[in-house]
């Protein structure tokens, strides 16, 4: 199975940061990688798909990138609202699923 | 609009099984896989399994294998998990979700559905 590691497991930053959570695959899934927010006693979010597409609606501020094994997820500029819990999830080995562990961000 | 209602909270004694439901609208309910992903209290998501409303064909996580069921009813929209043999590690928010306009990303989510195994 395809194990994933996200880092770190929590960041505090201020508004208006960059904020930067890196996700690892244990081995190379191309591109197949979405990227989840998810506030507290709500449902996640989908953000970004296939790596590095901003679901519609979604705020310019997220990004997404990498390929391979390693990905990146960046807020260009935290706002309080981003405060929640973010997960990746590979979809390399269809027809499994699997999320990484997930990042909390708090304001700093 | 789509939307995806589930079934209301649940305590179950160890050893028991529960079946949480997941009803469906504003779309058609055969046209796309409906998944299963639960968290446990202050954890991380986990993954379940797949159903094809349309054939009914599963698939499950290797962790969940000869425990769950996936099930789906086409006349009222309603897809269902039974998780039997409960243990007090099942003690989750369990969350149905599918994959409407992102291929193999989970665009839209249910409430979620608590279920709290407890003796």
Known sequence: DIQMTQSPSSLSASVGDRVTITCQASQDISNYLNWYQQKPGKAPKLLIYDASN??????????????????????????????????????????????????????? | QVQLVQSGAEVKKPGASVKVSCKASGYTFTSYYMHWVRQAPGQGLEWMGIINPSGGSTSYAQKFQGRVTMTRDTSTSTVYMELSSLRSEDTAVYYCASDMVRSNAFDIWGQGTMVTVSS
């Open chain 1, 54 to 108: 901003l679901e519609t609606g979604v705020p310019s501020r997220f990004s997404g990138s990498g390929s391979g094994t390693d990905f990146t997820f960046t807020i260009s500029s935290l706002q309080p609202e981003d405060i929640a819990t973010y997960y990746c999830q590979q979809y390399d080995n269809l027809p499994r699923f699997t999320f990484g562990p997930g990042t909390k961000v708090d304001i700093k």
